[in-house]
């Protein structure tokens, strides 16, 4: 049997080998299609984007043509260098420059010289092209905004870079990927599939037709078209709201996860980073590192969420027994917690219960509810773990899921951390009681806090938060569509509600902010800014914030403001979300007066004190940027007036550069 086996392996072997090479060399003629490099040229046909709307089917963003100079570095010769550089307005040590990146790459296959060229840019080179051996131009789309708002969710399109090529294969130098927001998350599907061309060439590498009558050739196909959960009329008027403030709002359909508004304030005109001017703008952008107008504040920022984390320990209080909706705490305008320590209370004071303590925002109740919650246990840091799990089935302290490419997992202390800092020490709820109301620790995003505003609309369910509604020719991850339940009975949130729904009455912390015809439930908050200028740790102005949903029956909007340095909720975040809610759910404004302020308020004056003078020069895009959403502010103050609007002038709101 020995005898028979090797040789036996050595024939088949041998007979797999050999019918391996004639399907190479007789059947399969792929691999001497790479052989003929030489002979054939690779032609790429570039599909267009897919396009993008929003929830009410108004088109956001459309596609352009543009066009790429592609070189050959072999074939340059015998050009007119300065005549070149004219035409493009480029000097030669730019020019050379790019040949040379060119020939780094490769010397006989083409790469991008110069991108995005526009329509009357292409027409001067296309007409002496003939005088400029190994170049020739790309057609390609780019994206063409068709709304100036919305730059963190859309994102920007730019060219790949060698990781990336390394890294997929599908990409070739020059080509064009999506980065940030939406185009990023949902790459694959706007960008289509792009179509190949094999061109056979002669001895003088003169074109001569289809490489085997197009066998290898494939046709491009055109990205699919996606429809976004964004309102674009409420995302457009979030910012506008926003102007010369910083912060972020977020709004979520309670009912299905669907986020209504994604703001983030400062922002930008996503036409800035389309065509020859992108990277110019974009380096501007990126070097504000103060205001960071890339910056998503409503995924990135993670901000101690203030009073609205009150009504979360008054859920998990409830839930483990420590108190009811009757349990009364006297509040002595405020809270003693260790000796000297001594934490203030706006209410009204005297024996206070859950209800009262909602709408006037009790820092007595709450402190003295989480302590019972902590301290119920002999075991101090199993109570803080119990309340962090409790915390957690909200989605709090983690990444959500959401189909975004960026977010920040916010913070949910537990013992772990108190163990440690207070290694050797006795601690307890009273040590760490800042947690109570919002401070401490505790740490949330402008997102988190409105999914957690939208939990307790729905009274103790979620869905994952995301921006996709629909895909033409697809579907969405199924993950949108399943329901999170917390860990805290259905029957805890009613009494928690009521008590929201009363700080918009006579003597709630948002009296005064609501709207006729509409049953709001919400809650300010105030949160402690500091911040390291110079090495030294300054306090600044205040955050303001407010959240709420509304209405409070059947919610249709649960919303977060976050205005930073804006002192306390009631001033600038709760009129915002007023105003919010109105516009969402009835699609006109009848607090004029609400609107008329926050259009013509300005946070500018603690921004500025951020800012180095010498950096206060360097702002251009962002000024301009101002000057823009100024003219909205204006227009929509004539429309208040009854005034015709005056005629737009021009601003950076360009298609290409």
């Known amino acids: 049997m020995r005898k028979v086996l090797l040789p036996s392996l050595v024939i088949i072997t041998a007979a797999l080998l050999l019918i391996r090479i004639f399907y190479l060399q007789i059947i399969d003629d792929s691999f001497k299609l790479k052989s003929e490099n030489n002979a054939i040229k690779i032609k790429y046909d570039y599909p267009e984007r897919g396009y993008v709307y929003d929830r009410n089917g108004k088109l956001l963003i459309a596609n352009q043509p543009s066009y790429d100079i592609m070189v050959v570095p072999r074939e340059v010769k015998n050009i007119d260098t300065l005549e070149f550089c004219r035409l493009l307005d480029i000097d030669k040590a730019f020019f050379i420059k790019r040949l040379e990146k060119a020939r780094v790459y490769s010397p006989m296959l083409p790469s991008v010289f110069l991108p995005q060229l526009n329509k009357l840019e292409y027409a001067a080179f296309q007409e002496k092209i003939r005088k400029f051996n190994g170049f020739y131009i790309q057609k390609r789309s780019i ?14 399109i730019t060219q790949v870079n060698e990781a990336i090529i390394k890294s997929n294969p599908y990409y070739k130098p020059g080509d064009l990927i999506g980065k940030q927001g939406i185009e990023q998350s949902y790459e694959e599907v706007l960008r289509g599939q792009k179509g190949v061309k094999h061109i056979l060439r002669d001895k003088f590498n003169r074109e001569i037709g289809s490489y ?30 926003m102007t010369n403030k910083w912060g972020g709002i977020v709004a979520i359909e309670p009912k299905t996860g669907e986020i209504l508004a994604l703001v983030t ?18 380096n501007t952008l990126y070097r504000d590192s103060i205001a960071k107008p890339l910056y998503d504040r409503g995924l990135l920022a993670q901000y101690t969420p203030g009073s609205p984390f009150k009504i979360l320990t008054g859920l998990v209080a409830l839930q483990e027994g420590v108190i009811s909706d009757s349990t009364r705490f006297v509040c002595s305008h405020g809270f003693s917690y260790a000796r000297g320590r001594f934490m203030r209370c706006h209410c009204s004071g005297g024996p206070v219960q859950l209800h009262r303590a909602i709408y006037e925002s009790c820092n007595t109740f709450f402190s003295s509810s989480y302590i019972r919650l902590i301290n119920k246990y002999n075991d101090h840091g199993y109570g803080v773990d119990l309340w962090a799990k409790h915390l957690r089935s909200f989605g709090l302290g983690d990444f959500m899921g959401y189909d975004l490419p960026i977010g920040v997992r916010g913070n949910i202390p537990t013992s772990k951390i108190y163990n440690r800092t207070y290694a050797g020490w006795k601690w307890d709820g009273k040590t760490i009681v800042s947690n109570a109301i919002g401070q401490g620790e505790v740490l949330m995003s402008p997102l988190q806090l409105a999914n957690f505003m939208a939990t307790i609309a729905n009274r103790g369910y ?22 999170h339940q917390t860990t805290i009975d259905r029957k805890y949130f009613d009494p928690i509600i009521e008590g929201m729904h009363a700080v ?29 200028i110079n090495g030294k740790r300054t306090k600044l102005q205040d955050h303001s914030i ?14 977060a403001v976050f205005v930073e340095n804006g002192y306390w909720g009631k001033r600038w975040a709760g009129p915002i979300a007023t105003l919010m809610i109105e516009k969402y759910l009835k699609g006109k404004i009848t607090r004029a007066d609400f609107e008329k302020r926050m259009l013509q308020g300005s946070l500018q004056d603690q921004y500025q004190k951020l800012y180095p003078k010498k ?24 429309s208040i007036a009854g005034k015709k609007p005056e005629v737009k002038p021009d601003t950076l709101r360009k298609t290409v550069p």
Do not use: W
Not at 265 to 282: I, M, W
Not at 617 to 637: E, H, M, P, T, Y
């Open 143 to 156: 994206r063409d905004y068709q709304v100036s708002y919305g730059a963190n969710v859309f994102g920007f």
């Open 212 to 241: 085997k009558e197009g066998k290898y050739d494939t046709i491009a196909k055109q990205g699919s078209d996606i429809t976004l959960t964004i309102d674009g009329d409420l995302q457009e008027y979030g910012e506008l709201l």
């Open 265 to 282: 304030s400062p922002n930008y005109d996503p036409a800035l980073l389309v065509g020859r001017q992108r990277s110019k703008n974009y």
């Open 462 to 483: 979620y869905y994952t938060p995301h921006i996709i509604k629909k895909i033409k020719g697809g579907s969405i991850d199924p993950k949108f569509r399943e329901k």
């Open 504 to 532: 918009y009455g006579p003597g709630g912390t948002a009296s005064g902010l609501g709207v006729e015809g509409i049953e709001i439930c919400g809650k300010t908050g105030t949160a402690e800014n500091f911040m390291v």
């Open 546 to 559: 407010f959240v709420a949903f509304a209405p409070k029956d059947n919610p249709k909007i649960a919303i």
């Open 615 to 638: 950096h206060q020069d360097s702002i251009g895009i962002l000024n301009a940027r101002v000057k823009d959403s100024l003219f909205k502010v204006k227009k929509r103050q004539d």
